[in-house]
């Protein structure tokens, strides 16, 4: 039994070796072209950190979220932090809405229903942070790639719409998500 006072991640194991096969990663979203940028329900996002390069530990994704922008409701097995960098978003958590701006952080429990929305006059800005990592991959197979972080997406026609919702209520259980459409 420990002590309720001691820190329950505390640990007098020693620290693994350092692992000289994994690099430093700098990204640069507005200058390197080799970052994906994909479009994602009408929002850019870039994948600044995948699993590759972090042992699969989290990714870190730079989000360009135009006015009306976001995904819909949905929940993950994972965490996921977002920080506001610009704008600010209108975020309902588990049927509760409130706005998160500029400066703040939100960290949205795994299995948790949540959705976000850009309801302000400019886009937003946000990183977000998903552990373990997967939610890259997830984009990249559902997205379209665009030229730079604030490319939009193509815009797409009912039939387009209609085809990528298949695609993603299809591909969502395979990477721990589900859509809570209506």
């Given at each position: 039994?420990?002590?309720?006072?001691?820190?329950?991640?505390?640990s007098?194991?020693?620290?693994?070796a350092?692992?000289?096969?994994?690099?430093?990663?700098?990204?640069?979203?507005?200058e390197?072209?080799s970052?994906?940028?994909v479009?994602?329900?009408g929002?850019?996002?870039?994948?600044l950190?995948?699993?590759d390069?972090?042992?699969g530990?989290?990714?870190?994704i730079?989000?360009h979220?135009?006015?009306?922008g976001?995904?819909?409701?949905?929940r993950?097995?994972?965490?996921?932090?977002?920080?506001v960098l610009?704008?600010?978003i209108?975020?309902?958590?588990?049927g509760?809405?409130?706005?998160?701006?500029?400066?703040?952080?939100?960290?949205i429990p795994?299995?948790?229903?949540?959705?976000?929305?850009?309801?302000?006059s400019g886009p937003?800005?946000?990183?977000?942070v998903?552990?373990?990592?997967?939610?890259?991959?997830f984009?990249?197979a559902?997205?379209?790639m665009?030229?730079?972080?604030?490319?939009p997406p193509p815009?797409?026609?009912?039939a387009?719409?209609?085809a990528?919702?298949?695609?993603?209520?299809?591909?969502?259980?395979?990477?721990?998500?589900?859509?809570l459409?209506?």
């Amino acid at each position: 039994m420990t002590d309720s006072t001691e820190d329950p991640l505390a640990s007098t194991a020693p620290l693994p070796a350092d692992d000289p096969g994994r690099t430093l990663v700098v990204a640069r979203p507005d200058e390197d072209r080799s970052l994906p940028h994909v479009g994602v329900v009408g929002d850019t996002y870039t994948i600044l950190l995948s699993g590759d390069d972090t042992a699969g530990r989290f990714c870190l994704i730079d989000m360009h979220v135009p006015p009306g922008g976001g995904p819909p409701p949905h929940r993950h097995d994972f965490e996921e932090t977002f920080t506001v960098l610009d704008g600010e978003i209108e975020l309902t958590f588990r049927g509760a809405t409130f706005v998160a701006r500029r400066g703040e952080t939100v960290s949205i429990p795994a299995n948790a229903p949540h959705r976000f929305e850009n309801v302000a006059s400019g886009p937003a800005r946000l990183l977000c942070v998903c552990s373990p990592a997967g939610q890259e991959a997830f984009f990249l197979a559902v997205g379209q790639m665009v030229e730079t972080r604030t490319t939009p997406p193509p815009p797409l026609d009912e039939a387009g719409r209609a085809a990528l919702l298949a695609k993603t209520l299809e591909l969502a259980p395979r990477y721990r998500s589900e859509l809570l459409l209506p």
